[in-house]
């Protein structure tokens, strides 16, 4: 007796990390973000590019409350915020929960220039988070060592190069084990000749498949790297799919130029 064969069942889509909806930001009569919607799943790698001045690094703020949206809504694992009709959140608690879920990476390193890096690192996880302080070095001496810099735990950040202080900057956000992680053009203040450092710390954490929302200028990385690609032109997304068809077979006239002014 034979059975039917059938067809396998395709796999659930993973869960939601991070969604907007609708997000607009405005600084008084200047409207930076005009309406972006954008969902990051758990695992994805969501490269954000485009011009200066193009809305990326707002639209990061905007996710963590670093600025008061507008309007729209965001939702992060699943869990809406909380936000009155001028954007602005309703329950700070819960901003202050949702934060602690998001590792937030700067163009600048703003790391405490009065503390060691592995102070650095366990600031947060034992003053706000109030984990054990023997837990929290422990975790801060593993994560230096996952980035290259086990032996510089009792530095202090003006004896780093930028490099060495980026890459503890990422580590310090992923002290907090955070749900996600946002990268604000991580590498726009390195000599090119750091780049390389921090971009592939940034390569292993996708390989491990962490989620992550990247705003870069780094185009060939963002094309290896990314799950998803966003292009956004003043203030909106004009184009976004998988790093193939943005990269290779944009179908707008912007971003045709954008790619080849970057080329």
């Known amino acids: 007796m034979t059975t039917a064969a059938t067809d396998p069942q395709p796999a659930p ?19 930076v973000l ?14 954000v590019i485009g011009g200066s001045g193009s809305g990326k690094s707002t639209m990061l703020r905007c996710i963590n409350f670093l600025e008061t949206p507008s309007s729209g ?4 694992g699943g869990e809406p915020v909380a ?22 990476v700067f163009q ?11 102070e650095n690192l366990i600031e947060v996880p034992v003053h706000v988070l109030r984990v054990p302080k023997a837990q929290a070095v422990a975790r801060a001496e593993r994560l230096l060592a996952r980035v290259g810099l086990a ?6 950040p003006a004896f780093l190069s930028g490099g060495q202080q980026q890459r503890a900057a990422i580590a ?13 053009e991580p590498t726009s203040a390195l000599d090119p000749e750091l780049v390389g450092e921090v971009l592939a710390v940034i390569r292993d954490l996708a390989a491990e498949g962490r989620t992550m929302i990247l705003v870069t200028h780094e185009m060939k990385f963002a094309r290896e790297v990314a799950s998803h690609v966003v292009y956004l032109h003043n ?29």
């Open 83 to 104: 936000m009155r009709a001028d954007g602005s959140p309703a329950d700070r608690r819960q901003i202050e929960r949702l934060r602690q879920s998001l590792g937030m």
């Open 235 to 263: 203030g909106r997304v004009e184009e976004e799919g998988p790093p193939e068809a943005v990269f290779g077979a944009p179908r707008s006239d912007r971003l045709k130029q954008f790619l080849k002014s970057v080329g």
């Open 34 to 47: 005009k309406g972006i919607t954008l969902t990051a799943r758990e695992g994805d790698v969501v490269a």
């Open 108 to 118: 600048q390193f703003n790391l405490w220039s009065h503390k060691t890096i592995l």
């Open 73 to 76: 809504r965001i939702t992060i």
């Open 151 to 156: 032996e510089k735990a009792g530095t202090y």
């Open 13 to 31: 889509p993973r869960p939601e990390a991070i969604r907007i909806e609708g997000l607009q930001k405005s600084f008084g009569t200047l409207n």
């Open 172 to 184: 310090r956000a992923l002290c907090m084990e955070p749900r996600a992680m946002l990268f604000d």
